[in-house]
């Protein structure tokens, strides 16, 4: 038996016949929230940033200078948020806006 004997259905969106779990892969990406950085990459979870200005963090009293290297970052869900870990600061939320990816 081959694997062409998947269903095949018609996606609306683009007007072509395509196999049944290529719909639902393409679904589910577009469900997904695409974050960009600055630059326009997108970015993925254990990306690395560099900063593309200087920010002051609120609540732990220091700035973290442009060209600062934020490793493995996390994504949120929200297309501007992302988590990121730097020494000295718990919890770190950055705006993709103010990042590069490396």
């Known amino acids: 038996m081959s694997g ?11 007007g072509e016949w395509m196999a049944a779990s290529e ?4 679904q589910a990406a577009a ?6 950085d600055a630059v326009g ?4 979870d254990g990306d690395q940033v560099t900063l593309i200005k200087d920010l002051e963090v609120k609540g732990a ?3 973290l200078k442009r060209g600062t290297l934020i490793k493995s ?3 949120t869900g929200d297309a501007q948020e992302i988590d990121c870990r730097y020494d ?5 939320v950055l705006r993709a806006e103010f990042v590069k990816k490396r």
């Not at 469900?31 to 960009?36: D, L, N, T």
């Not at 990459?41 to 993925?44: G, I, T």
């Open 4 to 14: 062409s004997d998947e269903d095949y259905v018609y996606d609306e969106e683009s």
């Open 23 to 26: 719909l639902a892969a393409k």
């Open 31 to 36: 469900g997904a929230v695409e974050v960009r």
């Open 41 to 44: 990459n997108l970015l993925a």
């Open 61 to 63: 009293g220091q700035t």
């Open 73 to 75: 970052i996390r994504l």
């Open 88 to 92: 000295g600061i718990k919890g770190l």
